[in-house]
């Protein structure tokens, strides 16, 4: 257990549609970051947040947007599904930065668009 | 900035040795190794730091060669366990990490 937590984990949903997928970070650590795996394909970078701030973006989709809360767990909303958003997407956490710390990967959240 | 690795895959039998190769066009600061299991999340294995440092985890090992931005993770001995797919993620500042394709490793009795 990373102490990472996603949810949902699984979730179908037709296009058009609108879905919000949400994460908690590990306790204390202040970096999130989100990610897109397609079947059997590699990591794609979405976008990072620190603190509250956004600090880096990817290859996100203008139809995708994310924040993350005072509370520190954030959110990445996707709009407008179309079939080639069906992915799994990955939230990490890591303490601060990257050059000292390891990133801790939640579990997935599982999004099937029909 | 995404950076490329090589092999795409490989197959061992176990106790047999690999390496994989990961290389970026930019300047990095550092490189990190995860291993990923077929339906499970990302595992960090180790980070490397600029400094040409070579760490270890057990029977596996890794460089980092920052004039040549390369780092090789070293697999000796292979087991079973370490069947998975393999990705480099190489950070270019604090912030982001960019993944590479991933090395799909398939080890045989």
């Known amino acids: 257990d990373s102490g990472v937590t996603q949810t949902p984990k699984h979730l179908i949903t037709a296009t058009g549609q609108r879905v919000t997928l949400r994460c908690s970070p590990r306790?204390?650590?202040?970096?999130v970051y989100w990610y897109q795996q397609s079947l059997d394909q590699g990591l794609q970078f979405l976008i990072q947040y620190y603190n509250g701030e956004e600090r880096a973006k990817g290859n996100i989709l203008e139809r995708f947007s994310a924040q993350q809360f005072p509370d520190l767990h954030s959110e990445l909303n996707l709009s407008s599904l179309e079939l080639g958003d069906s992915a799994l997407y990955f939230c990490?956490?890591?303490?601060?930065?990257?050059?000292?710390?390891?990133?801790?990967f939640g579990e997935g959240s599982r999004l099937t668009v029909l | 900035q995404q950076p490329v690795q090589s092999p795409q895959a490989v197959i061992l039998r176990e106790g047999e040795d690999a390496v994989i190769n990961c290389s970026s066009s930019?300047?990095?600061?550092?490189v990190h190794w995860y291993r990923q299991k077929h339906g499970e999340a990302p595992v960090f294995l180790m980070i490397?730091?600029?400094?040409?440092e070579q760490k270890g985890h057990d029977k596996i090992s890794a460089s980092f060669n920052e004039k040549k931005q390369q780092s090789s993770l070293y697999l000796t001995a292979s087991q079973l366990s370490y069947s998975g797919t393999y990705f480099c993620g190489t950070g270019y500042n604090n912030n982001d990490m960019r993944f590479g394709a991933g090395t799909r490793l398939t080890v045989k009795p």
């Open positions: 930019k300047a990095l600061y550092s």
């Open positions: 490397l730091l600029k400094g040409g």
């Open positions: 990490a956490s890591s303490f601060r930065d990257l050059n000292t710390g390891e990133l801790f």
């Open positions: 306790s204390g650590d202040l970096s």
